[in-house]
């Protein structure tokens, strides 16, 4: 069962922008996870670490191509996160997943290891 839930993916045309939002599951009741990110993965591809971002405020985001176009920022309630994607092109079309950790050690990120996950969201991008 998952214990997080994404919501806000789609269709855009390139140049458009989407914001995903991700919270609790409200069957689950999880301690606040100090860490949460999104992740996405490409049909065939692999999965891949977006952006992760810790209750002090601290950002990472680990693609290179969405630095300066994305955006993630908490929620006001606990374990809420949101990615802000600005200017998506047809190479962001994915399946975005929300996660949250205790740890979010980089270690943890390249395997994709987090503590809870929701079940994704599409995003498609036309050009």
């Known amino acids: 069962q998952a214990q997080l839930v994404e919501s806000g993916g789609g269709s855009v045309q390139a140049g458009g922008s989407l914001t995903l939002s991700c919270g609790p599951s409200?069957?689950?009741?999880?301690?606040?996870?100090?860490?949460m990110g999104w992740f996405r993965q490409v049909l065939g591809k692999e999965f891949e670490g977006v952006a992760t971002i810790r209750t002090s405020g601290t950002r990472m985001y680990y693609i290179d191509s969405v630095k300066g176009r994305f955006n993630i920022s908490l929620g006001n309630a606990e374990n809420t996160v949101y990615l802000q994607m600005n200017n998506l092109q047809p190479g962001d079309t994915a399946t975005y997943y929300c996660?949250?950790?205790?740890?979010?050690?980089?270690?943890?990120?390249?395997?994709?290891?987090?503590?809870?996950w929701g079940r994704g969201t599409p995003v498609t991008v036309s050009s």
């Open positions: 996660a949250g950790d205790y740890l979010c050690t980089p270690e943890r990120i390249r395997a994709g290891i987090m503590t809870s």
């Open positions: 409200a069957s689950i009741d999880d301690p606040s996870f100090p860490c």
